[in-house]
């Protein structure tokens, strides 16, 4: 089954070690770009639904504002209480200095 991407950045928008929001209808996606490498999560938290945006990217993961959960870039799994369930990731590719992510 081939993925339908969809472009949502450039690479000027989103520098190593930063983070990136992009309002989608469905479910608003944030992008990290860790040492140049572009991820994308969804940016919901699975404990109380809070943004991870306004959380703190550290290494691979994001903390949740709310209660610090801690979240993977890379697999979408909690590393910390309080919690339990992974967030949805997304497919990245990069195409020149566009980035399409898989919705
Ligand atoms: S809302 Fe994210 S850890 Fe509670």
């Known amino acids: 089954m081939s993925l339908n991407y969809t472009k949502v950045a450039s690479l000027q928008e989103i520098h190593p070690g930063n983070m990136l929001k992009i309002k989608q209808p469905q479910q608003d ?11 994308a999560i969804a940016d919901q938290c699975s404990h109380e639904d809070a ?17 610090s959960s801690r979240f993977s870039f890379k697999t ?4 910390e209480p ?9 497919k990245v590719k990069i ?3 566009e980035i399409f992510i898989a919705l």
């Open 51 to 67: 943004s991870l945006y306004n959380g703190a990217l550290k290494g691979d993961c994001v903390e949740c504002p709310l209660h």
């Open 29 to 39: 996606i944030l992008l990290a770009n860790i040492d140049g490498k572009i991820y």
């Open 76 to 79: 979408g799994e909690p590393l």
């Open 82 to 90: 309080p919690a339990t369930e992974a967030i949805r990731t997304y």
């Open 95 to 97: 195409e020149g200095d």
